[in-house]
Structure formats: structure tokens, C-alpha cells
């Protein structure tokens, strides 16, 4: 396991003899608050939405020595989130003294969608069906919606009870373009513009490159979806 040095040092400073060590007791709710002040300045999160809890005790650490400095570790790309493991390492004039081992449980409270009531599949959702609600992730979350611009007006691909979660996957664009549905075509190059009537061969979303049948040609063409309903070819 490889951990990276930590960006906060912590500095004890003892008056003894100058020729007299100490032995010093860093107290295990001292290193709960160290370990937490690392991860609080490295999260990508606001700290005011992180949950940082210590599954065990921390022991304790004593050590002997007049200047002590501690540092804490992270593991190597660290995501700050779930189950993890930190290192506190105590030090004087470079030489390691001792250090221990601390396990954590990350949790990040984020933004989800959630239906406000129950929904059937193939629905195109309003603004009306869904709402924001808070959710605990103790791990990065794939799939996630938080923001409801992200669902309204998509379709549901799967029937929902209230207040379930919407993700990524239970959501599709509706087309612009339906197959075997008439579209307008247009036809750009520069100033010349020509419009005629098609036939769409398939469904298209928004910028999509589609096949649709010329209905005055009876020609097979290639057109970028433009809108409802709406193709254009360039040439």
C-alpha cells in the first residue's frame, strides 16, 4: 500500500532540560481530530457535507522525544470517500519515533432526484414528477442525477413508486425525430437554401446523423437532426 505525505504537520514543542527528553502521551481523540483536519482540507467536497466517522478506537501514542512533528498519509489517489485508512507518523529532527494505522468511513451528502409520486414507464416526466432530496454515498456514485433540468422532459424507462431515486440509467431523450415519421429537410450550402419533405428511416435525437427518404426523389440521404421533426444536409 502506498501513501502519499500529507500537506499538514503537526508541531509539539516540549520545555525540558536541554539535554532532557520527555515522554509524551498524543491522546487517540487528539488523532481523530488531526486525521480529520487532513481529510477536511483535501476533499473536493464542502466539509459541511462530509461525514467523517472512526469505525474503532484510536489508541493513544506515546512517544519520547523535546521537538515532535506528525505528519499524516493518505493513500495514493485517495477519493476521500468510503471505507479508507490514514497514517499518523511522528517524527524528531527527521528520525521516525512511531505512528499508527487509522481507519475512517467517508460519507458525502449529495443532491439526487426523486419521484413525487408513483410513475409508469415510458412517461415523459414533468417538472411536476420529480423533486431534489439529500442522499448519504459512501462511495462515488455512478448514474447520479442532481439536478432536475438533467430528467424533465425524458422518458422513464421503468415504472417508479414515490420518492424512489432516479438515475442515469432509468432515463432516455425522447427523439426529436420518429421513425417513419415525416420530416422537413433542408437542404444548406452557404446562401442557397432548399427545403423539400422526407420520410424518416429511423429515430434521432438532437444532433444525430439519421437516414431519411427523400419523398420527391425517392433518394435514401444522410441528415443531422435539427429539432422536432427538423433535418438538415450540408453539402
Known sequence: MIFRMASVVFLFLFSTHLYAATTVVIKGET?????????????SWPKNVVRVEFPSTVSDLRLTGKKITCRVLSQRNE??????????????????????????????????????KSLHRNIKINRDDVRLAKKWFNRLPSNI??????????????SVKPNAEITGNMVRPIPLVKRGKPVKIIFENGPMRITTLGLSDQDGLYGELIKVRNV???????????????VKVEF
Open 79 to 116: 477519493d476521500f470517500i468510503g471505507n479508507s485508512s490514514f497514517v499518523f507518523k511522528c517524527y524528531e529532527n527527521g528520525t521516525f519515533l512511531n505512528g499508527k494505522t487509522v481507519r475512517v468511513k467517508i460519507e458525502v451528502l449529495m443532491d439526487v432526484v426523486v419521484s413525487t
Open 31 to 43: 488523532i481523530k481530530t488531526y486525521v480529520r483536519t487532513y481529510i477536511e482540507k483535501n476533499i
Open 145 to 158: 442525477i442532481s439536478s432536475l433540468d438533467a430528467v424533465v422532459g425524458m422518458k422513464l424507462r421503468t
Open 216 to 230: 420527391s426523389s425517392k433518394n435514401m440521404i444522410y441528415a443531422r437532426v435539427m429539432g422536432n421533426s427538423l
